[in-house]
């Protein structure tokens, strides 16, 4: 199992959730500050099979390059984290 951490500009995150939604990928969503401006951002939140984070990662690309950055900065963040350990109660 894997979590995937999406730290997304709050200009893209509609475009992106909606498109891990499409896709059937689970996500929780989080508002969150932070970067050298503390601009406002949003974290996302998915916990897929390994497997699936080549999917989860193309998502995200096709999704944020619908999204032009006019200032060259980033769009998202990511970070793919090993879940030692996933339960649901």
């Avoid at 998915?46 to 769009?75: F, N, W, Y």
């Amino acid at each position: 199992m894997k979590l995937i951490l999406a730290i997304v500009a709050s200009d893209a995150v509609e475009n992106l959730s909606k498109a891990l939604i499409a896709h059937h990928f689970p996500v929780t969503q989080i508002s969150s500050v932070g970067g050298f401006l503390r601009r406002g951002s949003v974290t996302l939140v998915t916990g897929v099979e390994a497997e699936q984070v080549p999917d989860v990662l193309s998502t995200i690309r096709g999704s944020v390059s619908a999204t032009p950055r006019p200032d060259g900065s980033h769009a998202v963040t990511l970070f793919v984290i090993d879940a030692a350990q996933f339960v649901q109660v």
